[in-house]
């Protein structure tokens, strides 16, 4: 049984930083491509950063030089750095293993930041 568990969201004020973390299980992390996703209220889930099985990341223009995606293959857990938060960086983040046709999702965790 794959699961995927996020952790680390919370409340901050603006210009705060947060670390999320998500835990799989289930699956062969190393091959997986690993994502963080989020979805704020009355708008379509979107991309926030990627990092492929070699290392190779990717991340949203939103996200560029604040948010720091980074991997262990060896606890089997992907996380996210975010810096400088701010007001919009509010949603539900969701964790994403994606390798060809098989994708999983984690629950989310809530991310709000106060301006």
């Known amino acids: 049984q794959v699961q995927l568990v996020e952790s680390g969201g919370g409340l901050v004020q603006a210009g705060g930083s947060l670390r999320l973390s998500c835990a799989a299980s289930g699956i062969i992390f190393s091959v997986y491509t690993m994502g963080w996703y989020r979805q704020a209220p009355g708008k379509q889930r979107e991309l926030v950063a990627g990092i492929t099985s070699g290392g190779m990341t990717n991340y949203a223009d939103s996200a560029k030089g604040r948010f720091t995606i980074s991997r262990d293959n060896i606890q089997n857990t992907v996380y996210l750095q975010m810096n400088s938060l701010k007001p919009e960086d509010t949603a539900v983040y969701y964790c994403?293993?994606?390798?060809?046709?098989?994708?999983?999702w984690g629950q989310g965790t809530q991310v709000t930041v106060s301006s």
């Open positions: 994403n293993a994606r390798l060809f046709s098989d994708t999983y």
